[in-house]
């Protein structure tokens, strides 16, 4: 999901991936023609290291990379309609799969302003809104059993 946040007399953007219960597991590589425009848009970036292409393409590190260049994708649009943005991964504690894609994926960005990884944990805890709606958010997203 995205959400659109006025910036001034511009726009922001951020976008959100929720990985709940999933693992981060190898993609196959995305077809030739996909796969030109991914790097187009990744290049254009600047904000990947020198060794990307190796450590994303293919890898159980491909879908966050793919979340990530929608979010960059937009901040390249000839329209200039944002100014700036991030994309947002977020995903239980309990998820390790996840906490440690998410660790090695910061590791291949060269700028890191517009990615960042939270567990929902956190996103809970930076909510300011009623204690009823946190009380709430808790017991159904968070408070998982051990024999779950």
């Known amino acids: 999901m995205a959400f659109e946040i006025a910036a001034g007399d511009a726009l922001a953007v951020i976008g959100v991936e929720v990985k709940y219960h999933e693992h981060a597991v190898a993609e196959l590589v995305p077809r030739a023609a996909a796969l030109a425009r991914y790097i187009e848009v990744s290049e254009r970036s600047g904000v990947f290291r020198p060794s990307w292409r190796a450590e994303l393409v293919g890898t159980d590190l491909q879908q966050i990379w793919l979340d990530h260049l929608l979010l960059l994708s937009m901040l390249q ?55 009823t709606t946190i009380a709430l958010l808790r017991e159904r997203y968070l408070a998982v059993s051990l024999d779950e």
């Not at 906490?99 to 994926?105: E, I, L, S």
């Open 77 to 131: 649009h000839p329209s200039r309609r944002w100014s700036s943005g991030r994309f947002v991964l977020a995903y239980p504690k309990r998820n390790t799969s996840y906490d440690a894609a998410a660790r090695r994926y910061q590791a291949v960005l060269r700028d890191s302003a517009t990615f960042e990884a939270r567990t929902l944990e956190e996103l809970v805890s930076l909510y300011g809104g009623p204690q």
